[in-house]
């Protein structure tokens, strides 16, 4: 039987498969023609205005007009002023260390090395993305000019075009946001979410008629889940969401992309359902349109339940019931938002930096690994003396930037898109610009490649890396002049530079600091569940305001881990090898596990109240003993379920059931008294959602059994995973 997942996983010919690969990505969706057409305005603007008034720096400033995040104009604004501030410390940060440690090549080194340790850090830790790129761009785009042999006045002026370029850029992109925000008002992240759902919904229309999909709804839907939902966690990254609205909709993100997976494969099948299925069917088609409904106009998701068995015609469906479900727990309760919510005074505020900035050890990781290929970019070029191929250190923090980590096939992707974009460049110097005398006729070259560049940027990221590079590469080749370039020497050295930075990012994170991606999944999982023990645990300390940082630490923490999961999950469909069948499956468990682990998340954090005895949340002695119980038992049998996934024999000694009959024995037994202490609905929700928590941990610890690594996966697993 065909389906999504085969065609994924390179069933086919690897030719087919690669041809069928790019008619997924390139394939239109809802938002990208637009998204598109504002990234081509933004740098055609920008191009317009470099080459009018010969504005240095031109390359870099059109380019960072991709740079910036689209997901949400609004925000983008309210940021303006942290990242102005950002800005204007990074210039006077550059100028100081000039002034400071110019005239003494060794310290200066020593200071470019840091500055680059620095830069790489802030990418990996800053909460603010249009921040980060001002940071790092300016960074990589003046570094070089402080060494050119020239006076320091020419220098200076340098730096100021710099920074005036990067502003106009950032200025014409938000302008072009806000035009197109006000035609097309109403939350971006809700209508992607809806437009997945009303394809599932047609998809179940179909087959509770009786009918298989058509080809068209397959299409769509086998494309939607090879876009995945990368994209849409980014908007909730990069918009002004609390704590637990970035919580709830990362869950509702997970859910609705476990859905789309499960129609894209149930597509292929050609049902023959029952009349009592059909009826079935027919109920969840009428619980996706109405949280389809419910998500546009901002409400609380309900969904019924389903009753009565299924037949096994479609035995997709039950898995897709089960979603549908979760999405509705997801915001359970009249008071969801009271149940899981800190209160006001405990809310953190927006801070510039990732609360685990400093106790997180990857960031550091990450940053030295960039540094050590940046630097290396830096020495090579100084010491052969060719400042022609600096464009290497442009390309190390843009290849940074896109992707926070890396693995085997983003390096492909990204030379390819370099030696397309480099291909089209030095094309285009051959063979149309000496044909062209106007402004107007290098637009229409520079609008055609533009939007090459922009329809696959926007792909999944599985290809949208090689878009990025490809732009870039054409706009260093022909953007630094401002006149017709003769000679085909520029172009090269910019060419080589750009080569030159993704050898070394693919020498330093592939090659030195390399590791197969279904290793850090695991590693991810086996951290998720750690974290999840400890938090069960939560609060340890009586200061409500350490036990309050604590937990957004934890959180923190643990909503990473669902990201890198996810990340992960896409690239492992691209490592090839002899572990690749194996890394697969393991893919396929993990990203099943996933949507429960989210709603096991979001439960515990509506326990972690009652067990804080927030103001409205306390319990009587007796029940909030026997809740301590059930956590530590929940924690154990998680702790449980890591120790099989790093390949630990244990035995199990938590027993879930009994702890919750405890609970619910404590809360029949609370007197008159107590009961006016705390309502007896406020006891019901803690039933609720204990027993909500007890069938998740359960179903998981069903489902996750002793895993049979390789030899390399049990030895890289042996290393400790790290609890913030």
Same mark, same amino acid.
């Given at each position: 039987?065909?389906?999504?997942?085969?065609?994924?996983?390179?069933?086919?010919?690897?030719?087919?498969?690669?041809?069928?690969?790019?008619?997924?990505?390139?394939?239109?969706?809802?938002?990208?023609?637009?998204?598109?057409?504002?990234?081509?305005?933004?740098?055609?603007?920008?191009?317009?205005?470099?080459?009018?008034?010969?504005?240095?720096?031109?390359?870099?400033?059109?380019?960072?007009?991709?740079?910036?995040?689209?997901?949400?104009?609004?925000?983008?604004?309210?940021?303006?002023?942290?990242?102005?501030?950002?800005?204007?410390?990074?210039?006077?940060?550059?100028?100081?260390?000039?002034?400071?440690?110019?005239?003494?090549?060794?310290?200066?080194?020593?200071?470019?090395?840091?500055?680059?340790?620095?830069?790489?850090?802030?990418?990996?830790?800053?909460?603010?993305?249009?921040?980060?790129?001002?940071?790092?761009?300016?960074?990589?785009?003046?570094?070089?000019?402080?060494?050119?042999?020239?006076?320091?006045?020419?220098?200076?002026?340098?730096?100021?075009?710099?920074?005036?370029?990067?502003?106009?850029?950032?200025?014409?992109?938000?302008?072009?946001?806000?035009?197109?925000?006000?035609?097309?008002?109403?939350?971006?992240?809700?209508?992607?979410?809806?437009?997945?759902?009303?394809?599932?919904?047609?998809?179940?229309?179909?087959?509770?008629?009786?009918?298989?999909?058509?080809?068209?709804?397959?299409?769509?839907?086998?494309?939607?889940?090879?876009?995945?939902?990368?994209?849409?966690?980014?908007?909730?990254?990069?918009?002004?969401?609390?704590?637990?609205?970035?919580?709830?909709?990362?869950?509702?993100?997970?859910?609705?992309?476990?859905?789309?997976?499960?129609?894209?494969?149930?597509?292929?099948?050609?049902?023959?359902?029952?009349?009592?299925?059909?009826?079935?069917?027919?109920?969840?088609?009428?619980?996706?349109?109405?949280?389809?409904?419910?998500?546009?106009?901002?409400?609380?998701?309900?969904?019924?339940?389903?009753?009565?068995?299924?037949?096994?015609?479609?035995?997709?469906?039950?898995?897709?019931?089960?979603?549908?479900?979760?999405?509705?727990?997801?915001?359970?309760?009249?008071?969801?938002?009271?149940?899981?919510?800190?209160?006001?005074?405990?809310?953190?505020?927006?801070?510039?930096?990732?609360?685990?900035?400093?106790?997180?050890?990857?960031?550091?990781?990450?940053?030295?690994?960039?540094?050590?290929?940046?630097?290396?970019?830096?020495?090579?070029?100084?010491?052969?003396?060719?400042?022609?191929?600096?464009?290497?250190?442009?390309?190390?923090?843009?290849?940074?930037?896109?992707?926070?980590?890396?693995?085997?096939?983003?390096?492909?992707?990204?030379?390819?898109?370099? $030696? !397309? &974009?480099?291909? =089209? +460049? #030095?094309?285009?110097?051959? %063979? /149309?610009?000496?044909? *062209?005398?106007? @402004?107007?006729?290098?637009?229409?070259?520079?609008?055609?490649?533009?939007?090459?560049?922009?329809?696959?940027?926007?792909?999944?990221?599985?290809?949208?890396?090689?878009?990025?590079?490809?732009?870039?590469?054409?706009?260093?080749?022909?953007?630094?002049?401002?006149?017709?370039?003769?000679?085909?020497?520029?172009?090269?050295?910019? $060419? !080589? &530079?750009?080569? =030159? +930075? #993704?050898?070394?990012?693919? %020498? /330093?994170?592939?090659? *030195?600091?390399? @590791?197969?991606?279904?290793?850090?999944?695991?590693?991810?999982?086996?951290?998720?569940?750690?974290?999840?023990?400890?938090?069960?645990?939560?609060?340890?300390?009586?200061?409500?305001?350490?036990?309050?940082?604590?937990?957004?630490?934890?959180?923190?923490?643990?909503?990473?881990?669902?990201?890198?999961?996810?990340?992960?999950?896409?690239?492992?469909?691209?490592?090839? +090898?002899?572990?690749?069948?194996?890394?697969?499956?393991?893919?396929?468990?993990?990203?099943?596990?996933?949507?429960?682990?989210?709603?096991?998340?979001?439960?515990?954090?509506?326990?972690?109240?009652?067990?804080?005895?927030?103001?409205?949340?306390?319990?009587?002695?007796?029940?909030?003993?026997?809740?301590?119980?059930?956590?530590?038992?929940?924690?154990?049998?998680?702790?449980?379920?890591?120790?099989?996934?790093?390949?630990?024999?244990?035995?199990?000694?938590?027993?879930?059931?009994?702890?919750?009959?405890?609970?619910?024995?404590?809360?029949?037994?609370?007197?008159?008294?107590?009961?006016?202490?705390?309502?007896?609905?406020?006891?019901?929700?803690?039933?609720?959602?204990?027993?909500?928590?007890?069938?998740?941990?359960?179903?998981?610890?069903?489902?996750?059994?002793?895993?049979?690594?390789?030899?390399?996966?049990?030895?890289?697993?042996?290393?400790?995973?790290?609890?913030?």
């Amino acid at each position: 039987m065909a389906s999504a997942a085969q065609t994924i996983s390179g069933v086919q010919a690897p030719l087919a498969w690669f041809n069928e690969f790019l008619k997924r990505e390139l394939l239109p969706y809802p938002g990208r023609v637009a998204k598109v057409a504002r990234m081509v305005i933004a740098a055609t603007i920008m191009m317009i205005l470099v080459m009018t008034f010969r504005i240095p720096f031109g390359p870099y400033a059109a380019i960072y007009t991709f740079m910036i995040s689209r997901e949400s104009p609004r925000e983008t604004v309210k940021s303006a002023l942290t990242e102005a501030l950002v800005f204007a410390c990074t210039a006077i940060y550059i100028v100081l260390g000039a002034m400071l440690f110019l005239s003494h090549p060794m310290m200066r080194l020593l200071w470019v090395i840091t500055t680059f340790f620095l830069m790489f850090f802030a990418t990996g830790t800053m909460t603010n993305y249009t921040a980060t790129a001002r940071f790092g761009w300016l960074i990589v785009i003046t570094i070089p000019l402080w060494d050119l042999h020239t006076t320091a006045e020419a220098r200076l002026e340098g730096m100021l075009w710099a920074v005036a370029a990067i502003a106009l850029a950032s200025l014409i992109t938000v302008i072009v946001e806000l035009i197109f925000a006000e035609l097309q008002p109403g939350d971006e992240l809700s209508r992607f979410l809806a437009d997945r759902l009303r394809s599932i919904e047609e998809l179940l229309d179909c087959f509770a008629s009786g009918s298989p999909a058509g080809a068209k709804i397959r299409d769509k839907i086998t494309g939607q889940a090879m876009l995945g939902t990368s994209g849409l966690r980014r908007i909730i990254q990069r918009s002004n969401y609390t704590p637990l609205q970035a919580e709830q909709m990362g869950a509702v993100v997970a859910l609705v992309g476990r859905l789309v997976d499960v129609a894209a494969n149930a597509s292929y099948l050609t049902p023959e359902s029952s009349a009592a299925d059909q009826q079935r069917i027919r109920v969840l088609t009428e619980n996706v349109g109405t949280l389809r409904e419910d998500l546009l106009n901002r409400r609380i998701p309900q969904s019924k339940n389903f009753d009565g068995e299924i037949s096994t015609a479609l035995p997709q469906l039950r898995e897709m019931e089960t979603a549908v479900l979760l999405i509705g727990k997801v915001f359970s309760g009249t008071h969801a938002v009271n149940m899981y919510a800190p209160p006001s005074t405990a809310d953190p505020q927006l801070t510039l930096f990732a609360r685990d900035a400093l106790s997180n050890p990857e960031h550091i990781k990450f940053a030295l690994k960039g540094c050590l290929a940046a630097s290396l970019c830096y020495v090579v070029y100084n010491a052969i003396d060719w400042p022609g191929i600096s464009t290497a250190v442009t390309t190390c923090f843009s290849t940074a930037l896109s992707t926070i980590g890396s693995s085997r096939q983003k390096q492909v992707l990204r030379i390819s898109g370099a $030696l !397309v &974009g480099a291909a =089209l +460049g #030095l094309g285009a110097q051959i %063979f /149309v610009l000496p044909h *062209l005398d106007s @402004i107007a006729g290098f637009t229409v070259l520079f609008v055609s490649v533009t939007t090459l560049g922009a329809w696959i940027a926007t792909s999944s990221p599985r290809l949208s890396y090689v878009g990025l590079q490809l732009v870039l590469a054409f706009y260093i080749i022909n953007l630094q002049e401002f006149t017709i370039q003769t000679s085909l020497a520029p172009a090269r050295d910019r $060419l !080589v &530079g750009i080569l =030159l +930075g #993704l050898v070394m990012m693919w %020498f /330093v994170f592939d090659q *030195l600091w390399g @590791i197969p991606v279904i290793i850090l999944m695991k590693k991810a999982l086996i951290s998720q569940l750690r974290m999840l023990a400890h938090f069960s645990r939560e609060p340890l300390s009586a200061d409500y305001k350490l036990a309050a940082e604590r937990s957004y630490t934890l959180r923190e923490g643990i909503n990473k881990n669902f990201d890198s999961i996810r990340a992960s999950a896409d690239a492992i469909l691209f490592e090839f +090898g002899p572990s690749r069948q194996a890394g697969l499956a393991w893919r396929n468990s993990i990203r099943l596990w996933q949507p429960r682990l989210r709603t096991l998340f979001l439960t515990r954090i509506a326990l972690w109240k009652y067990r804080a005895q927030l103001p409205g949340f306390e319990l009587p002695d007796t029940v909030l003993a026997s809740q301590h119980y059930f956590d530590q038992q929940s924690a154990e049998l998680l702790d449980s379920i890591a120790d099989r996934l790093e390949g630990k024999r244990t035995q199990q000694k938590a027993d879930l059931e009994e702890s919750f009959e405890r609970v619910e024995q404590a809360v029949r037994s609370c007197g008159l008294g107590q009961l006016q202490k705390t309502p007896e609905a406020q006891l019901g929700i803690l039933l609720q959602l204990c027993s909500r928590l007890k069938g998740l941990v359960i179903a998981l610890n069903q489902q996750i059994p002793q895993p049979e690594t390789t030899p390399l996966i049990q030895h890289e697993l042996q290393s400790e995973v790290q609890v913030p």
